[in-house]
């Protein structure tokens, strides 16, 4: 079991379907790991029941109920494919699993592979492999990053981290994530705004993005 | 034999009987909610139309009224039909004991408010993996029968009652009006940290977050 989970606020959001959408699959696929999420979740989603159930009642129009009846006699009488369960949530993306992903090398020991990408560039759904015993450049983030382990497992300076675990890490905590040493480390990563390198190396690099590409520097909105 | 028998059951059946457990079952709102889990199961068995008329009488003016919080006003009758088509396609899927009536018509309502959202071009990110994949219906463990639901459920309506205003306004924000701990912090001009401690201490009240918490030794 993961020992890492999504704060109380996350679960909440999640819950109340207000999490952005790329944040609920992050949520779901730990989900996937979690039983004691899950029943988290199951009672947050009571409480969701509670509130909904205590709200006054609204007029509705007359013809609505037959009009609903209407689309169900259509629909039954054509009815569709029967929706086969997920398995797995990646599944969309990842048809063949993880081992035949073709990653792109982003430093020593470093691959991404992109699994979304908003449209100004700004967000990035990604799947990210650290080698067994490799090491992560020094950086930090413009927003917010969302972690969870897949296979494998890391630290960094603030802890351990396990298939499973759910581990956030916001845009002022500088880390150098590093693989476990026996395993591939793969994480479904979500990052609201870019990444931003430190270290020596890492700041003469960010110069010259900031020159060439002024658009990711914005504070996110 | 007979005898025995019937002194065994009887207990067990009861108990597995949310309708007859719930010691509030005097207030209106409480009695209406307990009759929907039977509603549901008619509909699935039998695709009871009659079954179906009395779950939308009793469910869609609340959808309405979650609609009008949502913000989603010209299309509040829009999502009444898709929630109670998705009730009716889905109602197979339903097992007391797995989930509450109640908790279950809110995933179906929380679910096809997001996708007409997303239908309407109003979600500010996108993905293409559906919302019941990203939200899944309650249910996927293993059941922890109808009894314990009702508990949690009946747990949950009693403490509510007694939640401090404040902590209750962020709850209903959050559930009703589709913010996040951000955008309410940022409405009533409190702290973000206030608002989060506010969540917390409800949760706690509410007993809806599991306390134990298994550390990494």
């Known amino acids: 079991m ?50 909904l159930q205590q709200l006054p009642q609204e007029d509705l129009s007359e013809a609505l109920f037959e009009r609903i009846m209407l689309r169900i006699d259509l629909e039954e009488s054509a009815p569709a494919a029967p929706q ?32 979304e990408v ?4 700004r967000q990035r759904l990604s799947l990210q492999k650290i080698s067994a015993g490799g090491r992560a450049p020094l950086h930090a983030h413009y927003g917010q990053e969302v ?44 990052l609201d705004a870019p990444v931003c390198l430190a270290g020596p190396i890492g700041r003469w690099i960010e110069r010259f993005r900031r020159l060439f590409m002024p658009d990711l520097n914005a504070p996110a909105s | 034999m007979q005898v025995s028998n019937n002194v065994i059951v009887l207990p067990i059946n009861r108990k597995m009987d949310p309708n007859q457990q719930d010691p509030d079952a005097g207030e209106d709102s409480a009695s209406s909610r307990d009759v929907l889990a039977p509603l549901i199961e008619a509909v699935a068995a039998q695709r009871d139309r009659d079954a179906f008329r009395q ?28 929630v109670m088509v998705n009730v009716w396609r889905r109602a197979a899927q339903f097992d007391r004991e797995k989930a509450a009536a109640s908790t279950w018509l809110f995933a179906i309502a929380r679910n096809a408010r997001i996708d007409l959202l997303r239908k309407l071009g109003r979600s500010s990110q996108e993905t293409q993996v559906e919302t019941d994949y990203l939200w899944s219906l309650p249910g996927s463990d293993e059941p922890t029968g ?23 306004d962020v709850i209903a924000k959050v559930y009703l009006e589709d913010k996040s701990h951000q955008r309410v912090a940022e409405e009533l001009s409190l702290p973000l940290g206030t ?17 134990e918490r298994e550390k990494a030794v």
């Open chain 2, 146 to 168: 109808a009894f314990q639901q009702a508990v949690i459920v009946r747990n949950i309506r009693q403490s509510l009652g007694d939640l401090p205003q404040e902590q209750r």
């Open chain 1, 84 to 115: 086969k369960p997920v398995e797995d949530l990646l599944q969309r993306w990842l048809p063949d699993g993880l081992n035949a992903v073709s990653w792109r090398k982003q430093w020593f020991k470093v691959y991404e592979y992109v699994l």
């Open chain 1, 147 to 190: 972690t969870v382990v897949l296979q494998g497992g890391f630290s960094d300076e603030l802890g351990v981290y396990e298939e499973g675990d759910f581990v956030i890490r916001s845009g002022d905590q500088r880390h150098r994530p590093r693989a476990l040493e026996n395993e591939d480390c793969i994480c479904l990563a979500y």
């Open chain 1, 2 to 51: 993961s020992q890492h989970h999504p704060s109380d606020d996350i679960m909440m959001e999640y819950a109340a379907g207000c999490a952005s959408t790329h944040l609920a699959l992050c949520v779901a696929v730990h989900l996937q790991y979690c039983p004691r999420c899950r029943a988290n979740i199951q009672r947050l989603s009571a409480l969701g029941g509670e509130m």
């Open chain 1, 118 to 121: 908003s449209r100004k560039g």
């Open chain 2, 195 to 211: 608002v989060k401690s506010r969540v917390r201490l409800a949760l706690q009240k509410l007993k809806v977050i599991l306390q």
């Open chain 2, 55 to 82: 779950l939308f009488q009793a469910f869609a003016p609340k959808v309405k009224a979650y609609a009008i919080k949502q913000g989603m006003l010209e299309h509040a009758e829009e999502l009444v039909q898709e």
